[in-house]
C-alpha cells in the first residue's frame, strides 16, 4: 500500500511540474512591420512597426 501512494504522489508531482513548464513556454511576441490599415469611414490610415 505505501508503495502505491509513492507511485501516485510522485504522479501528481510530475503532472503539475509539466503543467508549469507548459504554462511558461508562451509564445514570444512577433515583429510587424508599418502597414496601412483601413478605418471605419473607409479611411487608410499608416500604422507604423510594432511586436505582435
Known amino acids: 500500500?505505501?508503495?502505491m501512494v509513492n507511485l501516485?504522489?510522485?504522479l501528481v508531482?510530475?503532472?503539475n511540474l509539466s503543467a508549469c513548464v507548459?504554462?511558461?513556454r508562451a509564445p514570444?511576441?512577433?515583429?510587424?512591420p508599418g502597414h496601412y490599415n483601413?478605418?471605419?469611414h473607409g479611411g487608410?490610415?499608416?500604422?507604423?512597426?510594432h511586436r505582435y
Open 22 to 24: 507548459v504554462r511558461t
Open 28 to 32: 514570444r511576441a512577433h515583429w510587424v
Open 13 to 15: 508531482i510530475v503532472i
Open 38 to 40: 483601413v478605418g471605419p
Open 44 to 49: 487608410r490610415y499608416w500604422v507604423p512597426a
Open 1 to 3: 500500500m505505501k508503495r
Open 8 to 10: 501516485l504522489l510522485l
